[in-house]
């Protein structure tokens, strides 16, 4: 069964330096996996999504993801973290090997932008 | 183009009232998918719809939920009988096929009291 689990439900990092997002997952084949950001009282925006292309994965805002499978991670980073950055961020797999929509969620890592 | 449109984006419902969450797709898509957040939690699959037809409401609880998505209009999600279980965020997106990705809106808070 598939399964994403979202290592730290808060991350706070000071504006300017390096963000770093822990998923791992769980799969009996090989996923499709993305990463979602949820501004408050916003919609999910789509940052990135890997689909066994590149194992590393460019996003907007300047996010990328990195999928290793010997690991089971598909942790997100960016290089240098901005005020805007602050939101929740979800990692997500399918559930199914042809399915857009059996979406798995994580629970979810609240990322707080220090001045 | 407009991206994925829900309204009302909060709705208060006393316990035994109904609830109804409008989603309008984005231009050109015909499938619809709802799904529900509870706090502290990712959100759960509940329906998806293609125009006029139910294809996978696996995840809607057995009763006091329906979905439709009409051949004209936006797609209804409606809980009959509410509960303050039911206060959560629902969260309708978009696709224009089976395998596309999914766009989301900004969702519908449901505060019942």
């Known amino acids: 069964a598939q399964s994403v689990t979202q290592l730290d439900s808060h991350v706070s990092v000071s504006e300017g330096t390096p963000v770093l997002l822990r998923c791992n997952y769980s799969s009996s084949y090989s996923p499709s996996l993305f990463w979602y950001v949820q501004h408050p009282n916003k919609g999910l925006q789509l940052l990135l999504k890997y689909t066994s292309a590149a194992t590393l994965v460019k996003g907007i805002n300047g996010f990328e993801a990195e999928f290793k499978k010997s690991e089971t991670s598909f942790h997100l980073t960016k290089p240098s973290a901005h005020m805007s950055d602050a939101a929740e961020y979800f990692c997500?797999?399918?559930?199914?090997?042809?399915?857009?929509?059996?979406?798995?969620w994580g629970a979810g890592t609240k990322l707080i932008i220090k001045p | 183009n407009a991206g994925v449109m829900q309204n009302p984006r909060h709705l208060v419902r006393r316990r035994g009232q109904e609830a109804r969450l409008r989603c309008s797709p984005m231009k050109g898509h015909s499938h619809v998918y709802w799904y529900r957040q509870l706090p502290e939690e990712g959100l759960k699959f509940m329906v998806y719809?293609?125009?006029?037809?139910?294809?996978?409401e696996s995840g809607m609880p057995k009763e006091r939920f329906s979905a439709e998505f009409p051949k004209e209009g936006p797609s209804i999600l409606r809980i009959q009988q509410v509960v303050r279980g039911d206060s959560a965020a629902y969260f309708c997106?978009?696709?224009?096929?089976?395998?596309?990705?999914?766009?989301f809106g900004a969702g519908t808070r449901l505060s019942v009291l």
């Open positions: 997106a978009s696709s224009p096929g089976d395998r596309a990705g999914l766009n």
């Open positions: 719809l293609q125009k006029e037809n139910i294809i996978d």
């Open positions: 997500v797999v399918t559930r199914t090997l042809d399915s857009n929509y059996q979406l798995i």
